[in-house]
């Protein structure tokens, strides 16, 4: 979510941050650990919620940073372990 309303960041628990907001939803659940070590390592994002049962992962960022870590994290996915791609939407 490229540039959402404050609103939003309270209804998700997210008090204190700003910017874009990147959501995954990932099967199996695990792979949200790895999914948040790949995305702070490739941009200057910030892991807000991390969830290995449910595979889920908020991060937030500037747009690049959250477009950039997305793309990377697909990527190691996807490439390396095989999980099937998809399309990343920004709204």
């Given at each position: 979510i490229a540039n959402?309303?404050?609103?939003?960041?309270?209804?998700l628990?997210?008090?204190e941050q700003k910017g874009a907001i990147g959501i995954f939803t990932i099967t199996p659940g695990e792979a949200a650990i790895?999914?948040?070590?790949?995305a702070t390592k490739a941009a200057n994002v910030k892991i807000c919620f991390v969830d290995r049962f449910?595979?889920?992962?908020?991060?937030?960022g500037d747009v690049?940073?959250?477009?950039?870590?997305?793309k990377d994290v697909i990527d190691v996915l996807c490439k390396l372990m095989g999980f099937?791609?998809?399309v990343i939407t920004k709204t």
């Open positions: 959402p309303v404050d609103a939003l960041y309270t209804k628990g997210l008090i790895i999914a948040s070590d790949v449910n595979g889920s992962l908020l991060i937030t690049a940073a959250v477009e950039a870590a997305m099937t791609p998809t």
